[in-house]
């Protein structure tokens, strides 16, 4: 069973192209079906076999069981391609039905009461606070702020390049607090411990770059830190700047821009974000209030 694991592994890094991260979703999907198959080889599973194991396993949401029925759908297609079976079992299953996803945001004053909740005098401090800075600043995605270099840095111009999904470049404008808060950590960077992490802006103790899991943690200190119970993630930060903007007036396009969507379609979410605060505000103060 591993060995049709990694082989569906390599087929989705290399032929499909797809990225780390989906890659390892997809991967710990099929690993947890076929885990629950206990041994049955997958040429055997039919239909009934998936909805046995969608009815008997708990999700977090409907969205990720949609998530897991896609990473089978695309391991059970993928042995159809290569001769292993004859029909893709999850044609006959129905995905989930989901509403419009609506992401969690902050407020304005949450968000500046988690990035002020940093301690300055230390110097990871100085780096979280240059990191929350960005994440809200120029609505980044946390793997584009883990893989921020120094020579993506133009602040004499005003602006940064961003490497995001499909290594698609873009350039974004960046603010004064912000230039200011990496200005601060850059004083007090650790030395890079190799020739890789000797351009990438942020560190670890050890001199190595910032993993995501400790932007996730260091998110979740600071949440907690600024008296805040919402689940906040990093991705919780590129949520609330676009929602402001679009409050504040900004043009749908440009933050389409800044956000490196493909679509336009993908960032009218905000507009129903924005719509869905203002439209619980009525529904708060309607004079006809029950």
Not at 163 to 180: F, M, T, W
Request: hydrophobic share 40%.
């Amino acid at each position: 069973m591993d060995a049709i694991i990694q082989r569906f592994k390599y087929y989705l890094g290399i032929e499909r192209a797809m990225s780390p991260n989906t890659v390892t979703s997809y991967v710990s999907d099929v690993s947890a079906f076929t885990e629950w198959l206990s041994g049955k080889d997958p040429a055997g599973v039919g239909p009934d076999d998936l909805l046995s194991y969608f009815s008997e396993k708990e999700f977090a949401s409907k969205r990720s069981q949609a998530r897991a029925l896609s990473s089978l759908r695309s391991f059970f297609g993928w042995l159809v391609t290569e001769g292993e079976i004859e029909a893709n079992p999850c044609d006959k299953v129905e995905a989930p039905k989901l509403g419009r996803y609506l992401p969690d945001v902050l407020s304005v004053e949450e968000v500046f009461a988690i990035i002020d909740s940093v301690d300055l005098g230390t110097w990871n401090g100085l780096r979280d606070r240059a990191i929350l800075e960005l994440l809200y600043g120029c609505g980044l995605r946390v793997s584009e702020a883990v893989g921020l270099k120094l020579s993506d840095l133009f602040f004499d111009e005003g602006f940064i390049r961003v490497i995001g999904k499909g290594d698609k470049q873009r350039l974004v404008p960046v603010g004064e607090s912000a230039v200011d808060a990496v200005h601060a950590y850059l004083e007090h960077r650790p030395s890079p411990a190799d020739k890789l992490s000797r351009d990438r802006l942020f560190l670890n103790k050890a001199g190595r770059p910032l993993s995501r899991i400790s932007m996730f943690n260091m998110v979740k200190k600071q949440t907690l830190a600024a008296g805040i119970s919402k689940e906040i993630s990093p991705h919780t930060f590129r949520h609330s700047f676009a929602t402001h903007m679009i409050e504040n007036g900004a043009d749908l396009r440009l933050v389409q821009q800044m956000l490196g969507h493909e679509s336009v379609l993908t960032t009218e979410i905000y507009t129903h974000v924005e719509s869905s605060t203002w439209q619980n505000a009525v529904l708060e103060n309607h004079p006809g209030k029950k």
